[in-house]
């Protein structure tokens, strides 16, 4: 578990763009069966969260196309429900970070970490947009 004043910035580069946390396994059942679009972000303090994840999610929805609900889990933190999230991710296996788009609670798109890791935001960016634009 890593310390909250750690977390704190790391947190809120998502929060602060509209990103609702959730801390358990209730929080992301009731996320996940919203109707509509969701986007999950499991953020994580790794380097290519911080380079790649969160401002390639940031970019992303300067898009005419964008989810309904934005969610986020923190990977170490808020282990019930990253667990929670992350297994309504099957089959992807558990990455961090990791970002999925939801349709009406059924997994439509995924970007696991061998997606974000060394690519540019713009790039994780242009990809979100592809499936926010086909799915949103």
């Known amino acids: 578990m ?9 947190r809120e ?17 009731g996320a996940l069966s919203q109707e509509g679009t969701t986007l ?3 953020n994580s303090v790794c380097g290519c969260a911080a380079a790649n994840a969160r401002p390639g999610a940031r970019m992303s929805l300067q898009n005419g196309s964008t989810p309904d609900h934005l969610v986020t889990v923190f990977a170490g933190v808020d282990r019930e429900a990253v667990d929670a999230a992350r297994a309504q991710m099957v089959p992807f296996p558990p990455s961090s970070p990791a970002m999925a788009l939801f349709k009406n609670g059924e997994l439509v798109h995924m970007l696991e970490r061998h997606h974000i890791e060394g690519r540019a ?16």
Do not use: R, S
């Not at 310390?3 to 910035?9: A, R």
């Not at 592809?130 to 949103?136: D, L, S, V, Y």
């Open 2 to 10: 890593y310390p909250p004043e750690l977390i704190k910035p790391m």
């Open 13 to 29: 580069d998502l929060t602060a763009i509209g990103f609702k946390e959730l801390h358990t396994e209730q929080d992301v059942a």
């Open 40 to 42: 999950v972000v499991v």
């Open 121 to 136: 935001a713009d790039m994780i960016a242009e990809n979100l947009k592809g499936a926010f634009n086909e799915h949103c």
